[in-house]
């Protein structure tokens, strides 16, 4: 007989009980035949499982390796120019945007949120602007909105003239608090 008959004969009311416990066999044998392969094949999935996990440490160190090589290409350390923005405690100016140009171009525009804002207060420093400008003479107009002294509604400009020669160049954009005038200042000044 068929394996289909015997299996029907099995699940029939009138089946016999010796039949049932034959089912009942095939189908324990079936299971472990399923079963065992798969366990043959946990060892395989193992060594599978660690290649793919070098293979993802390789391609984050490429990763890496790429955006470095990129930076350099670029923003060559020779034509290079950034710019961050500090602040201190901020009792007299609460930040919310910064607009960033160079020789009458607008290279950045920055909108803060709150979360930035603390951290900035709490000693951050932000890369507001990174790109590359040939030797020569150069104006930078930081342009700062946000809450003055008395929630008043605040906006001020500050500018530096500047010469860029070989080399990076590092300008901050420092706000800080004046005491004797209760006021917010802001400033520009070159890292050297």
């Given at each position: 007989?068929?394996?289909?008959?015997?299996?029907?004969?099995?699940?029939?009311?009138?089946?016999?009980?010796?039949?049932?416990?034959?089912?009942?066999?095939?189908?324990?044998?079936?299971?472990?035949?399923?079963?065992?392969?798969?366990?043959?094949?946990?060892?395989?999935?193992?060594?599978?499982?660690?290649d793919v996990?070098?293979?993802?440490?390789?391609?984050?160190?490429?990763?890496?390796?790429?955006?470095?090589?990129?930076?350099?290409?670029?923003?060559?350390?020779?034509?290079?120019?950034a710019?961050?923005?500090?602040?201190?405690t901020?009792?007299?100016?609460?930040?919310?945007?910064?607009?960033?140009?160079?020789?009458?171009?607008?290279?950045?525009?920055?909108?803060?949120?709150?979360?930035e804002?603390?951290?900035?207060y709490?000693?951050?420093?932000?890369?507001?602007?990174?790109?590359?400008?040939?030797?020569?003479?150069?104006?930078?107009?930081?342009?700062?909105?946000?809450?003055?002294?008395?929630?008043?509604?605040?906006?001020?400009?500050?500018?530096?003239?500047?010469?860029?020669?070989?080399?990076?160049?590092?300008?901050?954009?420092?706000?800080?608090?004046?005491?004797?005038?209760?006021?917010?200042?802001?400033?520009?000044?070159e890292?050297?």
């Amino acid at each position: 007989m068929s394996s289909i008959a015997m299996f029907s004969r099995s699940t029939s009311p009138h089946a016999t009980d010796e039949s049932r416990k034959r089912g009942a066999l095939i189908a324990a044998l079936a299971a472990v035949c399923l079963v065992c392969p798969a366990m043959a094949a946990d060892s395989d999935y193992q060594g599978l499982d660690q290649d793919v996990q070098s293979l993802k440490q390789e391609v984050l160190e490429l990763n890496r390796d790429l955006f470095i090589l990129e930076e350099e290409l670029l923003f060559p350390a020779n034509t290079q120019v950034a710019v961050f923005v500090s602040m201190d405690t901020g009792n007299f100016f609460a930040l919310d945007s910064v607009q960033l140009s160079i020789n009458d171009k607008e290279v950045g525009n920055y909108l803060y949120t709150k979360r930035e804002v603390e951290a900035l207060y709490k000693g951050g420093v932000q890369r507001l602007y990174l790109g590359n400008l040939k030797t020569g003479d150069h104006e930078l107009v930081a342009v700062f909105t946000g809450k003055g002294p008395h929630g008043r509604d605040y906006r001020r400009a500050t500018s530096l003239n500047f010469e860029k020669g070989l080399g990076a160049r590092f300008l901050e954009l420092s706000i800080t608090d004046s005491g004797a005038n209760m006021q917010p200042e802001f400033q520009v000044r070159e890292w050297e």
